[in-house]
């Protein structure tokens, strides 16, 4: 099956730092890359839908400024944590979309644990 | 917004026997699929199931969808203890490149030896 290699899988930073999150498609083109949240227990909740080589269409209630979206290829996007606050505190995930073995499906990478103290 | 709201919350039953999930959602939508997570980890896909359709099986995993009582149920048959997980159900409702996936609230499945 398509691959979808998130990095890193856990980060801790320190309040007021910016973290960068990765997200590549390893076998496959993805016309569309999706970012979640998920706190604990919770369901995952989009942030964010980013297209390559467009600007990424937030959610309601989601900071553009502080969670900054690039998709600069068909198999990268990257989400950055700008000035990050303990509540920002999260695991994040991406979805990666695109044709596979005939199919127009997303697939997830293994998410990313953010710890800010 | 949350899309879709499932039931139970939680499940916990023996190993050997049958859980059943429950996904509710809200608008219309082109097809309804179940992921699985395990605690801290990213989602796998199990199934996929068309608004046209109205059962699928994969294995042990049996998938109903009601589009007129816009719900669907998930179904695992002789769970065993790697069974126990998250389950997601999650409404795709756009069209082409712009669609995207709205997840429901998640049933977490605990299956005991």
């Known amino acids: 099956g398509a691959v979808v290699s998130q990095h890193p899988s856990w980060v801790i930073c320190k309040s007021g730092t910016s973290v960068k999150i990765e997200c590549r498609s390893l076998?496959?083109?993805?016309?569309?890359m999706f970012w979640y949240r998920q706190f604990p227990k919770q369901s995952l909740m989009l942030m964010a839908t980013?297209?390559?080589?467009?600007?990424?269409?937030?959610e309601q209630g989601v900071e553009k400024d502080k969670f900054l979206i690039n998709h600069a290829s068909l198999t990268l996007s990257t989400l950055t944590v700008t000035s990050a606050h303990p509540e920002d505190s999260s695991f994040y995930i991406c979805?990666?979309?695109?044709?596979?073995?005939?199919?127009?499906?997303?697939?997830f990478g293994q998410g990313t644990r953010l710890t800010v103290v | 917004s949350q899309q879709g709201e499932e039931d139970p919350q939680a499940l916990s039953i023996q190993e050997g026997e049958n859980a059943t999930m429950n996904c509710s959602y809200k608008t219309s939508i082109n097809n309804l699929q179940w992921y699985r997570q395990n605690s801290g980890r990213g989602l796998v896909h199990l199934i996929l199931i068309r608004s046209n359709e109205r059962e699928k099986h994969s294995g042990r995993l049996r998938v109903t969808l009601d589009t007129s009582k816009k719900s669907s149920s998930l179904l695992i048959t002789a769970s065993r203890a790697a069974d126990t997980a998250s389950y997601f159900c999650?409404?795709?409702?756009?069209?082409?490149?712009?669609?995207?996936?709205?997840f429901g609230t998640g049933t977490r499945l605990q299956v005991t030896l």
């Open positions: 979805s990666a979309k695109g044709a596979v073995a005939g199919r127009f499906l997303a697939f």
């Open positions: 999650a409404t795709d409702s756009s069209t082409g490149t712009a669609s995207k996936l709205t």
């Open positions: 076998d496959f083109q993805a016309t569309t």
């Open positions: 980013s297209n390559e080589g467009s600007k990424a269409t937030y």
